[in-house]
């Protein structure tokens, strides 16, 4: 299955749910959001939401800063 992350493309297994995503990229999900083709996915879904070929999908971590 080929999906955009964070405009890069990637080939990975199907089928794959987000949870297994960032777990495939080294992505710790403490400070992440996660939106799927531009929607907004909450954490407490991620388990559960299966991609697709062609999702394109943003990584977006928290900073701290003022």
């Known amino acids: 299955m080929n999906i ?3 405009d890069e493309t990637l080939t990975l ?10 777990d495939t990229l080294a992505c710790q999900p403490a400070g992440t959001a996660l939106a799927v083709n531009q929607q907004i996915v909450p954490r407490g879904s991620w388990a559960q939401h299966w991609l697709h070929e062609g999702d394109v999908v943003v990584i977006f971590q928290a900073i701290a800063g003022g």
Do not use: R
């Open 4 to 6: 955009l992350v964070n």
């Open 13 to 22: 297994p199907s089928p794959l749910t987000l949870d297994q995503l960032l």
